[in-house]
């Protein structure tokens, strides 16, 4: 049997997963490049069995699921992948199995981003190197606004470090309670009120067809240009066009961004030339404690298939053991 581990950029699957506990004649094998282009894609795994993708980093489409006979086994972090196509793997019998993580690194990684683009650590310290000291002059957080879309795990957690900073919390969903939001120490207001009054937008949304481009240029015209937009959910939960438009016209102060429409985003991308905006390359997730949760979560689940027994299958309410294509 041949596994493949793919998209891991930092090269640590291999210390970071006891692999050995898989049993003798398992092959695994390694990839730290992306490929994004279908054929390619194919030409690689066309004799593996089992594929593990990292989290939404390579889509698995109907048209590669169907080139791909030898597959028996799909697996990705996290107990979910809106990248995955879970009815095509269903009528190809492949069964499509999760891993949870550990930490909060998507909480953290949220106030890093904020605190660093308010206080300008970024940019301050690349200036220091280039030999300039001292050049901005930051924002403090107590008694600013924090306008939280969504306050779901996520966002209940960052609300909760927002009101240790002494600051004004607001809230916004499409389902969100005025209950719920008393819960996590916010205020329910409407959209238009959110994008009005907050100094910081952060999102914290599944990406759905009710929120893909949630964030246009309608709400992004109601922000104040003092105001800041932090984005560590699904990129195209924003409108990438009308952000770029907003931040090049300097309307509204910055933006923190750990997700794009495409990644890895390409070098010729227009954001990586946009001002007042800190680049982060998907980090949310990217923890030694999580990777560790992943990876551990992937190898049960091969010992688990191996033994006919599979677990955490997220399309097992359609599909059963008898159809999976590797007990045929």
Same mark, same amino acid.
């Given at each position: 049997?041949?596994?493949?581990?793919?998209?891991?950029?930092?090269?640590?699957?291999?210390?970071?997963?006891?692999?050995?506990?898989?049993? +003798?004649? $398992?092959?695994?094998?390694?990839?730290?490049?992306?490929?994004? %282009?279908? %054929?390619?894609?194919?030409?690689?795994?066309?004799?593996?069995?089992?594929?593990?993708?990292?989290?939404?980093?390579?889509?698995?489409?109907?048209?590669?699921?169907?080139?791909?006979?030898?597959?028996?086994?799909?697996?990705?972090?996290?107990?979910?992948?809106?990248?995955?196509?879970?009815?095509?793997?269903? %009528?190809?019998?492949?069964?499509?199995?999760? #891993?949870?993580?550990?930490?909060?690194?998507?909480?953290?990684?949220?106030?890093?981003?904020?605190?660093?683009?308010?206080?300008?650590?970024?940019?301050?310290?690349?200036?220091?190197?280039?030999?300039?000291?001292?050049?901005?002059?930051?924002?403090?957080?107590?008694?600013?606004? /924090?306008?939280?879309?969504?306050?779901?795990?996520?966002?209940?957690?960052?609300?909760?470090?927002?009101?240790?900073?002494?600051?004004?919390?607001? #809230?916004?969903?499409?389902?969100?309670?005025?209950?719920?939001?008393?819960?996590?120490?916010? $205020?329910?207001?409407?959209?238009?009120?959110?994008?009005?009054?907050?100094?910081?937008?952060?999102?914290? /949304?599944?990406?759905?067809?009710?929120?893909?481009?949630?964030? =246009? #240029? +309608?709400?992004?015209?109601?922000?104040?240009?003092?105001?800041?937009?932090?984005?560590?959910?699904? =990129? +195209?939960?924003?409108?990438?066009?009308?952000?770029?438009?907003?931040?090049?016209?300097? =309307?509204?102060?910055?933006?923190?961004?750990? !997700?794009?429409?495409?990644?890895?985003?390409?070098?010729?991308?227009?954001?990586?030339?946009?001002?007042?905006?800190?680049?982060?390359?998907?980090?949310?997730?990217? !923890?030694?404690?999580?990777?560790? #949760?992943?990876?551990?979560?992937?190898?049960?689940?091969?010992?688990?298939?191996?033994?006919?027994?599979?677990?955490?299958?997220?399309?097992?309410?359609?599909?059963?053991?008898?159809?999976?294509?590797?007990?045929?």
């Amino acid at each position: 049997m041949k596994l493949a581990v793919l998209d891991d950029y930092q090269g640590t699957a291999k210390d970071l997963g006891d692999w050995s506990q898989l049993s +003798p004649g $398992t092959d695994v094998e390694f990839f730290q490049d992306h490929i994004a %282009d279908e %054929d390619k894609l194919v030409e690689r795994l066309k004799d593996f069995d089992m594929v593990m993708g990292m989290r939404e980093r390579t889509p698995f489409t109907r048209s590669i699921l169907s080139r791909l006979p030898k597959l028996k086994l799909l697996m990705t972090t996290g107990l979910r992948n809106a990248s995955f196509d879970m009815e095509a793997a269903t %009528d190809l019998g492949i069964p499509v199995c999760g #891993a949870g993580g550990s930490g909060e690194g998507p909480t953290e990684l949220t106030w890093g981003l904020i605190i660093s683009l308010l206080r300008h650590i970024h940019e301050e310290d690349q200036r220091s190197r280039d030999g300039t000291w001292g050049t901005t002059v930051g924002v403090g957080l107590k008694g600013k606004t /924090l306008g939280l879309i969504g306050l779901g795990h996520i966002g209940s957690l960052v609300a909760r470090v927002g009101a240790a900073f002494d600051m004004n919390i607001i #809230a916004w969903s499409q389902n969100l309670t005025a209950e719920r939001a008393k819960e996590c120490q916010a $205020t329910l207001v409407d959209k238009q009120t959110l994008f009005k009054e907050a100094d910081i937008v952060s999102v914290h /949304l599944v990406l759905s067809d009710r929120s893909r481009g949630l964030v =246009g #240029a +309608p709400e992004l015209a109601l922000m104040k240009p003092t105001a800041y937009l932090v984005n560590i959910s699904r =990129g +195209p939960i924003v409108d990438e066009k009308a952000l770029i438009d907003v931040l090049e016209r300097k =309307g509204i102060a910055g933006a923190a961004l750990d !997700t794009f429409d495409i990644e890895p985003l390409p070098l010729s991308h227009p954001l990586f030339k946009t001002p007042n905006t800190l680049i982060c390359p998907h980090l949310g997730y990217v !923890t030694e404690e999580s990777y560790r #949760a992943f990876y551990s979560g992937i190898i049960e689940n091969v010992r688990a298939f191996a033994s006919g027994e599979p677990v955490r299958v997220i399309n097992s309410d359609v599909l059963t053991s008898s159809q999976f294509r590797g007990y045929g």
